[in-house]
């Protein structure tokens, strides 16, 4: 008995194995860019907006105290009719919108400012508005030259103070944005490394995965085309098995009962010579006479149905001569059986197998093709020899997986013969089969 | 011919086949009325002078203005034009103000020198209003250098009170002005924007080249504060621009508008500045101002730029109760329009309104809302002009002569330029600036007068096909100033409100009348008008005719007119 084949190992654990692992590494980088776009937003909002912001509240910043210069070169100028105090107004608009600067200006003030430099700006302005007070305070009391004396002496100077201190203050930050700037740049790389790396070990990961699939996917193949070899094998022996038992059946019945019938037969005949006329048991073997002559009848039929010897004796083309016309008797169909070419003898052998194909061809038409006329042509072409069975029913293709054992038969024994059966569609619809086989295959010699 | 003109033409043509024989040409209604040019029909034939001598001064490309006013008291609108005139040194010909008498038939008369008016001076604007509340228009022309006060004899002629009322010696570069009770009185005071720190001694050279001369830009000049004028009662007036809190030397001051934005009866001011941020001065009722152009978002640009505001107008086009803001600007600057929002705020709709596209190409000086269609709501009509004769060499798209542009109020917080269909004349390019508005017909439609920069001025007359109805309201103040300027006047129908300001100045060195006028549609009668009037008396009558016009004198029955 041969030894049992191990079971072969299923890929898919290996592929399990592969998506796992390309899963977990998908997961772990997106961790990864997910820590350095935070970073990056981190970045970003602390330090580049909060400069922007803190940079948009100091160029306000600057701008009164612009508009403050040029006030007060105006108040200066004495240009204008009325007293000093006439500018109150256009200094508390200022006023308010400085403060209003400054305040916010704190509050978007980089992380990296000291408690000195955040008090530094503040405090002086606070200083620069009590100077301004003194000197409105002096206008108002009519002390113009006075105040005008507070304006080229504190205020002037005071607003130079702050204006210097709000352009380092701008100056700072646009160094703080630069080196911003080259931190995300580096981010920007160092990400971008990341990411090729990524890409590499995932097309390695891709690429052994493909070359697993395609060894495994051979191996499958290879296993295939073993079990299909076998199974053919195996279908060969069985309709060869089939065939011999047959053919013995057939030889039995007709050789063994036929000759025992015929006997018995010939006996009743005897007998019943010597039983007076018209006596009853005259009739009675006349009667078993007749029935012994039936059973007779359908035992050759039965033989030549179960393989028919006229075959082996009058070879493949008388048989169909034969069976056709029975066919068409028994089923109703209307065969047109057309032969052409120049005939030569047909080996035996294959002959049976030809015989089986039509059998069963024509055994189909009657069962499912749903149609009462079907056409057989034996064409004996120069180097091959060509059978086909045709009918315009409702067709015969099977659904895919669902092969019938007889077509499966049909093809079994084509192979058999060293021949090729194909099915077609007719342009007028059902089904056509066919079969080609080459000439010095089912030729035979010397017969 | 250019496309513009020509679809302009066509829409002109086909208005007037419609109404020569409306009944041969089944076209559709269209806008329901007409601007037709009847400049020279009425009689009125003005050049302006800018003095340009090729010197490119910096006044030159501004002036000038122009007013609606009824100087004789017999209710129909006269016409004052403001001329400027040849520089010094450079005299060539004699150009003086104009003065129109209207004629009641549709013309007037050249009354200038009889009105005592025929004085040389270099005018931009002008503010009519009876200061002395003798029941006659008093002008104030603004001038580069010296402005000059008119007081009406009430004789049909003006005399010179300059002086005598202290307004002498005061010399600026100064725009518009208005008359306006900012203290509450009764008594009308005066302010008036000055523009830049200008002056032919100390003209700067400029350049596009940096060969030619050309003209300036304000930044080439140092602000000038605007001034507050405050009227004593006895004929003179006392200089609060200091003690009001509105002096800014950095203002650069192009046009003025009264208005109550927060609605607290104390006449409130807006200043339209060029290249400055624009003030709203809130009046804070002790006689002092406070900025708040900022806060309320009108100072600035949506995108926070100071543009080069020229004209403003204020009105309730949305008719709810409250007024908004259009300020006309430089080119590519479009005209800034406001509307009321949360708190006392302002939003800036042009763009979603539709009147920002149209001006983007355009640089606007005068404007008004007025209800030119009598539809019930208020439209916006805008003159435009280049300041510069070489644009189109340095912006394709852009002209030195512009076409006005009429807003048509489409309700819902729409506009819909449709100055081409109001009348091909109307909408024939030229270098606009000034522009008011005023009935000079009597036919309860409102007419448009136009200035333009060194040329003609012209009257539109608003030929009302739709048949929609007007209500006209002529205020008397009497514990108020005379001419009842801050008074407020609002109809109601049904759940529908109007309202409109007695409003001297706004627009761009011009005034329109003084009367306010209503379109009230197809509406015979309105349920109830209401009036605030400055002293804080409040009146109110009901079930009035429309189609006609009011007296409304303050605490006194009204007193229906016949006809407007």
Known sequence: MPERQKPRRSPTAGLLAGLVLTLVAVLLFAYYMNGQLRGLRELQSNLVDRNRKDSLQLLRAQNDLNSLALGMRDMLDAREPYPLTAWTAQFERIREDLDA????????????????????????????????????ALAGAGKEKEAREQIQVSLQARQ??????????????????????????????????????????????????????IQANKKIFAQMEELSSQRSELAQKLISTQESTLRHLSRELHDEF?????????????????????????????????????????????????????????????????????????????????????????????????????????????????????????????????????DHGKGLRPERGQHGIGMVAMRERAELIGGTLVYEKPDEGGTRVRLRVAREKVQAHGG | MKRREFLHGIAGAAAARSIVSPGLFALPAGIGFQLRDVTAQAGISFQHNSGAYGGKLLPETLGSGCAFLDYDG??????????????????????????????????????????????????????????????????????????????????????????KSGLLGRQAFSTSALWFDYDRDGLLDLFVCNYVNWSPEHDVFCSLDGKHK???????????????????????????????????????????????????????????????????????????????????????????????????????????????????????????????????????????????????????????FLDIDLDGRLDLAVANGHIDETVRNIRGNVGYAQPPQLFLNQGG??????????????????????????????????????????????????????GNR?????????????????????????????????????????QS??????????????????????SGATQEFKNLASGKGYQLTENKDVVAMQGF
């Open chain 2, 470 to 510: 007007a209500i006209r309201f002529y205020l008397t103040g009497r514990k108020s100033n005379r001419d009842a300027i801050g008074a407020v006047v609002r109809i109601f129908n049904e759940n529908e409100l109007q309202m409109r300001m007695v409003h001297g100045g706004s627009s761009y060195l011009s």
């Open chain 2, 513 to 534: 009348e003084l009367p306010v006028t209503f379109g009230v549609g197809k509406r015979d009668r309105i349920e109830r008008v209401v009036v605030d009037w400055p």
């Open chain 1, 258 to 390: 036929g000759q025992i019938l015929t006997a018995i037969g010939s006996l009743l005949g005897r007998a019943g010579k010597q039983v007076p006329e018209n006596s009853t048991l005259r009739e009675d073997l006349k009667e078993v006479q007749e029935i012994t002559q039936s059973t007779l009848s359908k035992v050759r039929g039965l033989s030549q149905a179960l393989h028919p010897v006229l075959l082996e004796e009058a070879g493949l083309e008388a048989t169909l001569d034969w069976y056709i016309p029975t066919v068409e008797r028994q089923n109703g169909i209307t065969m047109h059986y057309e032969k052409s070419g120049t005939a030569f003898p047909v080996e035996t052998a294959a002959g049976v197998h030809l015989y089986r194909v039509v059998q069963e061809s024509l055994n189909n038409v009657s069962r499912h093709a749903q149609t009462n006329e079907a056409w057989i042509r034996l064409t004996y072409a120069a180097h091959e020899l060509i059978l086909e069975i045709e």
């Open chain 2, 74 to 163: 017999d209710g129909w609108q006269d016409i004052l034009l403001v001329n400027a005139m040849d520089w010094p040194g450079h005299k060539k010909q004699k150009s003086t103000l104009k003065l129109y008498k209207n004629n009641r038939n549709g013309s007037f008369s050249d009354v200038t020198r009889a009105a005592g008016l025929e004085v040389e001076l270099y005018g931009m604007g002008v503010a009519v209003g009876d200061y002395n509340n003798d029941g006659f228009a008093d002008v104030l022309i603004t001038c580069v250098g010296q402005n000059r006060l008119f007081q009406n004899t009430g004789r049909g002629t003006f005399i010179d009170v300059t002086k």
């Open chain 2, 214 to 368: 050309s003209y300036c830009t304000p930044e080439a000049y140092r602000g000038e504060t605007c001034w507050l004028f405050r009227n004593r009662g006895d004929g003179t007036f006392e200089d609060a621009t200091a003690t009001s809190g509105v002096f800014d030397a950095s203002s650069k001051s192009l046009g003025v508008a009264l208005l109550d934005f927060d609605r607290d009866g104390w006449p409130d001011l807006l200043v339209a500045n060029d290249t400055q941020p624009n003030k709203l001065y809130k009046n804070l009722r002790n006689g002092k101002f406070k900025d708040v152009g900022m806060e309320a978002g009108v100072a600035f640009s949506p995108d926070g730029k100071a543009r080069a505001g020229m004209g403003v107008a204020v009105g309730d086009f949305e008719n709810s109760g409250r007024a908004g803001i259009a300020i006309t600007n430089f080119d590519n600057e479009m005209v800034g329009l406001y509307r009321a929002g949360k708190g006392d705020a302002y939003d800036e709709i042009s763009l979603p309104s539709g009147v920002g596209g149209p001006s983007k190409t355009t640089l606007g000086f005068g404007c008004a």
């Open chain 1, 160 to 213: 130079a103070a702050l204006s210097t201190a709000v352009a380092r203050l701008l100056i700072q930050n646009n160094e703080a944005e630069e080196q911003a700037t080259a931190e995300i740049t580096r981010i920007y790389d160092r990400v971008q490394r990341q990411l090729y790396l990524f890409l590499g070990a995932a097309l390695l990961v891709i690429v052994l995965t493909s070359l697993y699939l």
């Open chain 1, 101 to 136: 600067a400054v305040k916010a200006e704190d509050s978007f003030a980089p992380m990296q400012r000291t408690a000195e430099q955040r008090t530094y700006l503040s405090q002086s302005l606070a200083q620069f508005w009590a100077a301004m007070d003194r000197m409105f």
């Open chain 2, 413 to 466: 917080g729409k506009f819909r330029e449709a100055a081409g269909e109001a009348g091909a004349e109307f909408a024939k390019a030229k270098v606009g600036r000034g522009l008011a508005y005023g009935d000079f017909d009597r036919d309860g439609d409102l007419d448009i007068l136009l200035t333009t920069n060194n040329g003609p001025a012209y009257l539109y007359r608003n030929d009302e096909s739709s």
